[in-house]
C-alpha cells in the first residue's frame, strides 16, 4: 500500500541547517513527491516536486535556501539559513492511480 | 497571481450539511482538477478527492464516498465541495488544492474553512 512515513518532530537553532526526511513505502521508491509547508493559521504552501532521478521543481518565490533531493526511498528536504518562519508542519505527498497519499508531517521547531 | 479563495468558516449542527467553495483567481478553473483535503484538529493532512473541472468527473477518497460530492460552476471559475451528515468528527480546516498542470502534486492551496460540528 502506497504511504509516505516522516518523523513527527525536528528542531534546529536559528541561521543553522536542518534536514527532513520522507520515506516512501516498500516497492513504491520511485515515486514522485512534493513538499508543503504549513505555518499556522494558513493554507499549505507548496515547496517542491522531486522527482525519482533527484531533480527538483520549485514552487513560484521559493527561496533558495530550501532545497531537495532522494536517495531512493528517502526524500530529504534541507532548510539552510534557518528563519524564525521556517518554524511550520512540514508535509510530504505522493501519488499512485486515482489516489494521493500524505505523510503526517514533520514539526520543525526553531531554536 | 494565481489564488484559490475560500468561503468562511462555519458552524453547523450534527445531521446537517455544509457547502464550501473555492474560487480560482489568476487562471481558468477548467484547465484543471481541484482536490480538498482537510486537517482535524492536531491531526495531519487527510485528501478526500477531486474533481475535473473540464470533464466535470469526480474520483471521492473511500473515506466519504457516499457523504461528499464535488461540483463546479465554469462561469464563476469556482468549485464546491459538500459534506452531508455531519458529525462531530468532521470539525476540521477544509482546503482545496490545484493539481498541477504537469503532473499530479498540488502547486496551489486555498487558505482553508473552519467547518465546527457541535450540538
Known amino acids: 500500500q502506497l504511504a509516505v512515513t516522516q518523523s513527527p518532530s525536528a528542531s534546529a537553532s536559528l541561521g543553522a541547517s536542518v534536514t527532513l526526511t520522507c520515506t516512501l513505502s516498500s516497492g513504491h521508491s520511485s515515486y514522485g513527491i512534493a513538499w508543503h509547508q504549513h505555518q499556522p493559521e494558513k493554507g499549505p504552501r507548496f515547496l517542491m516536486k522531486?522527482?525519482?532521478?533527484?531533480?527538483?521543481k520549485k514552487g513560484d518565490g521559493i527561496p533558495d535556501r530550501f532545497s531537495g533531493s532522494r536517495s531512493g526511498a528517502e526524500c530529504y528536504l534541507t532548510i539552510s539559513s534557518l528563519q524564525s518562519e521556517d518554524e511550520a508542519d512540514y508535509y510530504c505527498?505522493?501519488?499512485?492511480?486515482?489516489?494521493?497519499?500524505f505523510g503526517g508531517g514533520t514539526k520543525l521547531t526553531v531554536l | 497571481q494565481v489564488q484559490l479563495v475560500q468561503s468562511g468558516a462555519e458552524v453547523k449542527k450534527p445531521g446537517a450539511s455544509v457547502r464550501v467553495s473555492c474560487e480560482a483567481s489568476?487562471?481558468?478553473?477548467?484547465?484543471?482538477?481541484i482536490h480538498w483535503v482537510r486537517q482535524a484538529p492536531g491531526q495531519g493532512l487527510e485528501w478526500m478527492g477531486w474533481?475535473?473541472?473540464?470533464?466535470?468527473?469526480?474520483k471521492y477518497s473511500q473515506t466519504f464516498q457516499g457523504r461528499v460530492t464535488f461540483t463546479r460552476d465554469t462561469s464563476a471559475n469556482t468549485a464546491y465541495m459538500e459534506l452531508t451528515s455531519l458529525r462531530s468528527e468532521d470539525t476540521a480546516i477544509y482546503y482545496c488544492?490545484?493539481?498541477?498542470?504537469?503532473?499530479?502534486?498540488?502547486?496551489?492551496w486555498g487558505q482553508g474553512t473552519l467547518v465546527a460540528v457541535s450540538s
Open positions: 489568476g487562471f481558468t478553473l477548467i484547465g484543471y482538477s
Open positions: 488544492a490545484r493539481r498541477s498542470f504537469e503532473d499530479f502534486y498540488f502547486d496551489f
Open positions: 474533481i475535473n473541472v473540464a470533464k466535470d468527473s469526480t
Open positions: 522531486v522527482n525519482s532521478d533527484g531533480s527538483h
Open positions: 505527498q505522493t501519488w499512485g492511480t486515482a489516489i494521493q497519499v
